[in-house]
């Protein structure tokens, strides 16, 4: 925003501008750095006191254990799980949330027993579901999983797309709708390309609220299908804290998304100088 | 029985004679191999604490047993907070994907009055177990193995409290002198608690910051088990056995909250927040010169096994060939926790997962396991402690096994009632706000009325049954 | 020709009418299909008196509903959660919404800078909550260090251990963990507001507080609404972190809902009572959400 700024100022504002991004950036990521370094620690190096601020040395032991070890492959779990899901989810929210921003459809009760499902505790419905996946053979399964994590995160999409939509004028689709498109149509020319920011915003948490869980995991899986989270706990036992791996596993945890999120950065923000009128 | 079987082999089948003669002389590991090989090509599960506990049936003995039986073994790996949930919650909805189990022994009580774990004794029995069930140390054999006098489980830890000290600082003229000069007796591994807190100020007067007198883990869960020990060894008894009122705020119980507390003052600081590890970390580093814990700090210091790829995460020891063992003050340990195999009731291959846990916890096998490099499970057998190969490992092990053995001689039970792990939780709780600095005396006020609301819950009438029986075991308080 | 506009005409009239069904239909589906089970199992539970060493499903009628009252533990339990929730909500609003300003104009190298900033938000937050365990520890921690540096002389605090300090643990680790959150949502929406609008109001020299009051607020007001929202209902059900930082304790002062939920429903297996505290939960978190819903509405 340039408020009758000369060009002198604004370079003065932008300049201040990175200052405060980087010190920002550096207290967020403070202790990223820190479980970062430790995976380059040797265990003394971890526990000693003053603590070490930069590892000796960048060991990629630890990452090349967890490959050779198969750890690894519970990112690969994860990432077909979370990404199937969400995919699902964002598909099938933000059609429902389109609805529901534009028709009011079930007006406010199904909106309310929609955000409704996002306030039971998970750790009561997990068992209903555990007996339910048992009875269904779903257990440790991927499909079983999915089809969770999907109506897990349905309440999310919906709301978040509802908000995003609602902020959309009305005017193009309806300028489209008189042009002659189908609502089907509308929907994919005009709101779609809209939303962009707000489906990728979205996007990203239903990816990370799906790759994060734990709970559901470790009680609807056994052997074969072991995500990610849980075999972090693995590693956190209680007379042992595998912190190596521990550190190792998130960091490798954290690139799919990490890459995700700057490859689509474009669409997230939408610089200021588009304007509201869209061809 | 025996007897019998070979008077009539002798006479009627003289040919298959020198086979069952071999039968009869083999040990209960070949004898679990020989019957499971008829289940060979099948898979059997076995739920397994997470962590460094699993790499053993993962790296050893699961594929072991699968070269030896051809049976696969499948580990499921389980986070020891959510162990007891797991399998209460599969044998609740009946899916049976589990066939044997590690339990702790505390849970026993609780799984066997649900149904989840099947009875053991016709199978031990039928595949002669009996006589190598003896060879487990008393501690575990009597207490951890049988509910209302049934066998559920195996005991196949043998956790117990031992004190670690640095012999080095305790055999140091200069220490020994001064400390003779100022508290009038010889520096020597405290007998009680009292010489345990002069020992440890003025090791830390002399030595801090470089060394502190001793380190305790103080985060939960664990210190719930010291306290246990502490609270009976002064005195203490939980309840009032005729009114099954709680006793933990007797004045006794309140002194002893009060002096644990006062301990920390000469202990690094930040004590307050220590787990498992971070005890270890201290210790290994030479910053504590005592601590209590169990079995495995005492392999790890000795430097035994942290070589190997799966010991990576210990710290290096600072303090090899300098760790000295001995009983704790007072001179009665707590056995804390310990684990146990069981068979899941809910299985379908009861007696294939019962084999793969005879063989586990056989004489033969045990002992191999027990010195596993990156092994949690202590040695838990006479023959564990006598074990001339054991006694090798490191130039300390013969006195360790020796302390283990006593330790466990005189090993003090976990209280084990209805519900157990809610007093557990309890206990955990109440020491926990003492850490952070509420009075002691209402600390002991709020856990026994903890105890209180449990044990009327639970039923005062079955509770007082539960206690009374555990009380009467000889592990239960000291005196008996 | 009249027959075929009136088919296209009614088609077209078909498929709008029933649009908005047809769009809802798929995930109402899948609601329906995962939620209803677990809500129908949770609800008869609670009327019976399942626990760890009783299976018998007999109707116990309102047993487990009446000992809510009773239970001081559970109260406390949602007293703290509030207390949470009502001090990290607004935190990470406020610094969300700083952020997504920082960020809004053209930066170089802004692409990386925001891709960072998400990384606090997608560590496992049992990690985020580990991870700040190690960085609290007296000895092995930089935190201490850093206190000790800025205080001039070393300083000894138990995060974990010391009440006075537990909370601010607690909500430093979330603060941390999920104000990127706010930040990328809010980043998303002020994007989207009208650029027209901004010129129009700097040509009629409008100072910066107004534009922010008249134009932007109004604007993003639905992605706010929401963001609060879901990140309400997110910290009500926080678990993980404080699990790894203090395990509920000193005690059971930082206690939260969802570990007492845990202690009675995993640990201690009472699976009919925690349904009926799940009831309660769901229950206030309804009154709640409608009041806050109907007001957040007739303000727009």
């Known amino acids: 925003m340039s408020f009758a700024a000369t060009p002198r100022q604004r370079r003065i504002r932008l300049t201040l501008r990175y200052a405060v991004a980087a010190i920002v950036t550096v207290l967020f990521l403070f202790p990223v750095y820190w479980l970062f370094a430790i995976s380059f620690k040797t265990p003394d190096e971890i526990f000693a006191v003053p603590p070490v601020w930069v590892p000796g040395e960048l060991r990629l032991d630890n990452y090349l254990a967890l490959f050779k070890e198969g750890d690894a492959a519970t990112i690969w779990n994860s990432l077909v799980i979370a990404g199937t899901s969400s995919a699902l989810a964002m598909a099938l929210g933000t059609f429902c949330a389109y609805s529901l921003a534009r028709f009011n459809t079930g007006g406010e009760n199904l909106a309310m027993w929609i955000i409704s499902q996002r306030m039971m505790p998970p750790i009561v419905i997990v068992f209903p579901v555990f007996l339910a996946f048992v009875y269904a053979g779903m257990v440790d399964t991927f499909h079983g999983l999915i089809l969770l994590y999907t109506a897990f995160n349905l309440p999310y999409v919906i709301w978040m797309m509802r908000g995003y939509i609602a902020d959309i004028p009305l005017e193009l689709e309806e300028s489209a709708l008189v042009d002659g498109c189908t609502r089907w149509q509308t929907f994919w020319k005009v709101v779609f390309p809209m939303a962009r920011s707000g489906l990728m915003a979205t996007a990203v948490f239903t990816f990370v609220f799906a790759w994060n869980d734990f709970i559901f995991a470790l009680i609807l899986t056994r052997t074969e299908v072991i995500t990610f989270p849980v075999q972090l706990t693995h590693y956190m036992g209680g007379q042992s804290q595998f912190w190596s791996k521990i550190s190792a596993m998130s960091v490798l945890g954290t690139l799919p998304v990490f890459i995700a999120v700057t490859l689509l950065q474009r669409y997230l923000v939408r610089g200021i100088s588009l304007g509201a009128v869209k061809g | ?480 | 020709m009249t027959t075929a506009t009136s088919l296209s005409h009614r088609l077209s009239l078909f498929s709008d009418r029933h649009f908005k069904y047809l769009m809802v239909a798929p995930a109402i589906f899948i609601l329906l299909l995962i939620g209803v089970f677990p809500l129908v199992y949770s609800f008869v539970v609670s009327f019976q008196n399942l626990t760890m060493s009783d299976a018998n499903t007999s109707f116990q009628g309102l047993l487990n509903y009446r000992q809510l009252f009773k239970d001081t533990r559970l109260w406390w339990a949602l007293a703290h959660t509030a207390l949470i929730t009502a001090i990290a909500l607004p935190l990470e609003l406020v610094f969300g919404f700083l952020l997504a300003q920082l960020f809004l104009e053209r930066m170089p190298g802004r692409q990386v800078y925001v891709a960072l900033l998400v990384l606090p938000t997608i560590l496992s937050p049992i990690v985020a909550g580990a991870t700040w365990r190690l960085m609290f520890d007296v000895r092995f921690g930089p935190v201490g260090q850093i206190v000790g540096f800025l205080a001039g002389s070393p300083v000894n605090l138990l995060w974990t251990v010391n009440p006075n300090l537990v909370y601010p643990a607690i909500l430093i680790c979330e603060v941390w963990q999920w104000t990127p959150f706010m930040f990328l949502l809010l980043l998303a929406a002020l994007s989207n507001v009208d650029a027209s609008q901004l010129e129009a109001a700097e040509l009629d020299g409008a100072s910066y507080g107004r534009v922010l009051r008249q134009i932007i607020i109004p604007a993003i007001k639905p992605v706010i609404a929401i963001a609060v929202l879901i990140r309400g209902l997110d910290l009500f059900r926080v678990f993980d972190i404080i699990w790894a930082l203090t395990q509920g304790g000193p005690g059971t002062m930082t206690e939260t809902i969802s570990l007492y939920t845990y202690v009675i429903g995993f640990v201690q297996f009472d699976t009919s009572y925690t349904a009926a505290v799940a009831f309660l939960v769901v229950l206030l978190l309804t009154v709640v959400v409608t009041w806050v819903l109907r007001r957040m509405e007739l303000v727009r």
Request: no cysteine; charged share 25%.
């Open chain 2, 1 to 480: 029985m025996v007897r019998r079987r070979k008077v009539l082999s002798a006479g009627s089948l003289a040919l298959f004679a020198p086979s069952l003669t071999l039968a009869q002389s083999r040990n209960a590991a070949e004898t679990a191999v020989a019957a499971a090989k008829k289940f060979s090509g099948t898979e059997i599960s076995i739920v397994w604490e997470a962590g460094l506990q699993s790499l053993d049936p993962l790296k050893y003995s699961g594929p072991k047993w699968e070269k030896l039986t051809g049976i696969k073994v499948k580990v499921v790996e389980v986070p020891t907070d959510q162990m007891f949930t797991k399998i209460m919650q599969d044998f609740r909805s009946n899916a049976g994907a589990y066939d044997a189990l590690n339990v702790i022994p505390s849970w026993m009580p609780d799984l066997v009055k649900a149904g989840a774990l099947e009875p053991l004794d016709a199978l031990v029995d039928r595949h002669g177990y009996r006589e190598e069930l003896n060879d487990i140390a008393p501690a575990y054999r009597d207490n951890q193995m049988k509910v209302d006098n049934r066998i559920y489980g195996f005991p196949d830890d043998g956790d117990v409290m031992l004190l670690y000290y640095r012999k080095d600082i305790f055999e140091d003229p200069k220490m020994k002198e001064g400390f003779k000069a100022k508290y009038g007796y010889e520096l020597a591994p405290p007998k009680d608690w009292k010489q345990f807190s002069e020992i440890g100020s003025f090791i830390t007067e002399k030595m801090a910051p470089k060394t502190y007198g001793a380190g305790f883990f103080r985060a939960a869960p664990y210190p719930q088990y010291m306290y246990q020990e502490r609270f009976r060894m002064e005195g203490g008894q939980f309840f009032n056995a005729d009114t099954m009122k709680a006793t933990v705020n007797s004045d006794v119980g309140v002194r002893v909250l009060r002096q644990m507390l006062s301990d920390n003052k000469f202990m690094p600081p930040g004590v307050e927040q220590w787990n498992f590890v971070d005890n270890l970390a201290n210790f290994l580093q030479g910053t504590t010169a005592m601590t209590i814990s169990w079995p495995p700090y005492g392999r790890w210091a000795a430097g035994y096994g942290t070589n190997e790829e799966a010991m990576k995460w210990v710290p290096k020891t600072q303090v090899s060939g300098k760790v000295g063992y001995a009983l704790n003050p007072l001179g009665r340990p707590e056995l804390g926790v310990g684990f146990a195999l069981s068979v899941a009731s809910t299985s379908k291959k009861k007696e294939a997962a019962y084999l793969f846990i005879q063989w586990l916890n056989s004489k033969q096998t045990s002992l191999e396991r027990v010195q596993l490099p990156y092994t949690l499970r202590d040695p838990f057998r006479t023959s564990h402690y006598a074990s001339a190969e054991y006694r090798k490992l490191w130039p300390d092990a013969g006195a360790y096994l020796d302390t283990i053995k006593a330790s466990g001689e005189r090993g003090l039970l976990d209280l084990s009632l209805l519900q157990q792990d809610k007093y557990d939780e309890a206990m955990s709780k109440a020491l926990s706000s003492l850490w952070a600095g509420t009075d002691p005396k209402t600390v002991a006020d709020s856990l026994a009325a903890a105890f209180d609301a449990i044990t009327e819950k639970v039923g005062v009438a079955r509770q007082k049954d539960a206690y009374v029986a555990w009380a009467r075991k000889p592990g239960a308080y000291p005196g008996k």
